[in-house]
């Protein structure tokens, strides 16, 4: 990897059974319902693909964007939408999908919107929970790895720039 100095923090094969076991857990939370899962875009959408595949049920999908990161590794604090579900969501179980909480700005926004659409169920699994830098209350059901306050990428997580989403594991930026 050119530019940066990084260490390996979480395998692709520690990612992956974690994953699997997740999917499972989820699928009988779900028994009988039809389920929306909607990845936060972009930096749910591989753990979302992965996860999906280990759920045995009935589930549509649906892509949320939101940005708040711009070129840097700090938050600008200012969330906006990038992209909005195209069904309606009101009166289904929906299972929002994101890579990482940091300070909950982003979930937060999200999580509002989706609610005031009225959904039937609202849950809210993140990969990677960052809780040292918590800035707001934010409702998360399962969170699969508790990381310390470093600036990770990999797994579908972006360095500044926009790049090494498609790393298969998340590597973290050396102090
Ligand atoms: P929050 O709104 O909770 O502060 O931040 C959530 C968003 O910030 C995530 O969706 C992600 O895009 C970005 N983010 C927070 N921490 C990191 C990090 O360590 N690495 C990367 N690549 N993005 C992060």
Same mark, same amino acid.
């Given at each position: ?33 039809? !389920? ?50 195209? !069904? ?88």
């Amino acid at each position: 990897m050119n530019c940066y100095d990084v260490e390996k923090l979480i395998s692709a094969e520690e990612i992956a059974g974690k994953v699997r076991e997740l999917g499972r857990r989820l699928s009988g939370m779900y028994v009988g319902k039809t !389920l929306v899962v909607i990845p936060l875009l972009k930096g749910g959408a591989v753990f979302a693909s992965d996860l999906i595949r280990c759920m045995d049920l009935d589930l549509q999908v649906e892509f949320i964007g939101a940005a708040s990161y711009d070129e840097g590794t700090e938050s600008s604090g200012e969330v906006r939408l990038t992209l909005d579900t195209s !069904l309606p969501l009101n009166g289904r179980h929906v299972l929002l999908v994101e890579d990482i909480v940091d300070t909950g700005l982003t979930l937060a926004y999200i999580q509002k919107l989706i609610r005031s659409r009225k959904p039937a169920s609202l849950r809210t699994v993140v990969l990677l929970d960052k809780r040292a830098r918590r800035r707001v209350d934010v409702v998360v059901d399962e969170v699969v790895f508790s990381i310390p306050d470093r600036f990770v990428f990999g797994y579908g997580l972006d360095s500044p720039g926009g790049y090494h989403r498609n790393l298969a594991d998340i590597v973290a930026v050396k102090d």
